[in-house]
């Protein structure tokens, strides 16, 4: 079997870290081609040291020249910017992209991805989030799989193997409840950022734990499963499980019900995209039954986490109103952890912009830009005013 060679977008975040650390794990079976960061330049310098990529890329260009000198003695080609991110991942020397970047900005890298035929391993799930008509009309077109990253969707994908022929009656998308589970408005109308930041299970980036405090990750979990597995809203179910050791479900029509199981750990869903169909060995914890005596399940308080139902009602609108939802989203998590607006604010937001944004029901590419762009411009406004 030979070496499968692997570009990570977003190589410094907590996916491309871990995804790293797999493949420094399993040196006979995987190389890393490419790492590309935004603004993250020493850690990005001190993994091209030991993992000797072909190309590095730094997004912000004004850093370019400190990763170049500092690299200059080895081997790799050193870019920046936007267009250099497009064009490497297009190389004929990558046979696997994994979309490690946060937030909207992995979906145009994706795209040139899909195009140039490499398959892809996704832990950008804005991507799907944002244009997955449009994605996955690519990958058919370009014979591209696309193997989920997430704990839920990998969960799902593995309880899929072999049922090709087995119809989904629904899936069950669990979620630990976050940091504020069983919480009410009251509470969380004076929570810091200090404390939506500490999640109980999982350790992740700044912006996807927020998003798991507000149940938005799982609003958005939910649509990117549309896409993955051709579903409609309808059979797409959200359950609390605060021990996080299902990690979803899939039932099928003559009732019987698969689960995905282990203890939370980011680097199985991460192997198991990178090998597919392969499973690695692996020295990770083992799960327990003795140690988990108990294992509880709960329904979502989407009253008081509004943001779990919006991503449903974008869902179920379609067009672009998940492209709303997504921009609206960023912009109000990046100002919450700024400290210009409070937790609940953040659901305010993304509402107002719901509400306010042209919405367009067959969209192309570039009516997501737009809309991306307009809700952008039309949140920080409203941001602006409230501080």
């Not at 490690?100 to 992995?106: D, L, N, R, T």
Request: charged share 20%; net charge negative.
């Amino acid at each position: 079997m030979s070496i499968k060679r692997i570009a990570i977008l977003g190589s410094t975040g907590s996916i491309g870290t871990q995804a790293l650390d797999v493949i420094e794990a399993n040196q006979d079976i995987f190389s890393v081609e490419v790492l590309t960061a935004q603004n993250s330049a020493d850690l990005l310098i001190e993994q091209a040291v030991k993992f000797k990529p072909k190309v590095v890329v730094i997004g912000n260009e004004a850093l370019q020249d400190k990763v170049g000198s500092a690299l200059s003695s080895l081997p790799i080609q050193v870019y920046s910017g936007d267009a250099a991110l497009l064009s490497v991942v297009e190389s004929d020397s990558i046979d696997m992209v994994l979309t490690a970047m946060v937030g909207y900005a992995g979906l145009l890298p994706t795209i040139h991805a899909i195009k140039a035929g490499k398959n892809i391993a996704l832990a950008n799930k804005e991507t799907l989030v944002v244009a997955g008509e449009l994605i996955t009309k690519l990958a058919k077109e370009n014979n591209v799989s696309i193997y989920p990253v997430d704990s839920e969707h990998s969960a799902i994908f593995q309880c899929l193997a072999g049922e090709e022929n087995n119809p989904i009656e629904k899936i069950i998308l669990t979620a630990s409840g976050g940091p504020f589970r069983g919480k009410n408005r009251e509470f969380l109308s004076g929570v810091t950022k200090q404390q939506a930041l500490k999640h109980p299970n999982w350790s992740m980036g700044a912006k996807i734990t927020i998003d798991s405090a507000t149940l938005m990750n799982k609003g958005l979990e939910v649509i990117e499963a549309k896409w993955l597995f051709d579903l409609s809203a309808s059979q797409i179910d959200v359950i609390v499980h605060p021990q996080s050791i299902i990690h979803s479900m899939v039932q099928f029509e003559d009732g019987s019900m698969k689960a995905q199981m282990g203890l939370p750990d980011m680097k199985l869903p991460i192997q198991y995209a990178l090998h597919y169909p392969y499973r690695l060995k692996s020295s990770f914890p083992r799960f327990d039954f003795a140690s988990y005596p108990s294992l509880t399940f709960e329904k979502p308080d989407m009253e008081t986490f509004r943001n779990l139902a919006v991503a449903y009602e974008a869902l179920e609108k379609g067009g672009n109103a998940a492209c709303i939802v997504n921009a609206a989203n960023e912009i109000a998590v990046e100002a919450f952890l700024c400290d210009k607006i409070r937790f609940l604010e953040i659901s305010d937001v993304i509402i107002e912009c719901v509400a306010k944004i042209n919405y367009i029901q067959n969209p192309a590419y570039l009516d997501y830009v737009d809309t991306n762009e307009a809700t952008r411009r039309f949140a920080l406004e409203m941001i602006q005013v409230k501080v």
